[in-house]
């Protein structure tokens, strides 16, 4: 290994965390929910008055393992049927055309 490359990291491993105040505040937003995504975290960041960008809570759960793995879908299919709309008339020909 080259030395420039281990003293920039033994230099990189001894810097603070500048997220440590928004994992803080991650961990308990998902102590309380803990359903909820980074989306929904999100939204909960930025009314609290903190400016912070989707991409970074994503990040940030994906570091703490906060993944949300028990969530559904809908299985159901899309159909346009509405039953019968309206009065069928009554056969009153009957098949006589004569």
Do not use: C
Request: aromatic share 10%; net charge positive.
């Amino acid at each position: 290994m080259p030395k420039s490359t281990y003293m920039y990291w033994q230099k990189r491993l001894d810097r603070p965390n500048k997220d440590e105040h928004l994992e803080r505040k991650i961990i308990e937003i998902r102590k309380n929910n803990p359903n909820y995504g980074y989306r929904r975290i999100t939204g909960i960041l930025r009314r609290q008055w903190l400016l912070i960008n989707k991409k970074k809570v994503q990040k940030l759960i994906q570091k703490l393992k906060l993944q949300v793995t028990n969530f559904s879908r809908k299985t159901r299919k899309y159909s346009s049927y509405k039953g019968t709309i309206g009065k069928i008339a009554d056969n009153e020909i009957n098949r006589k055309f004569k």
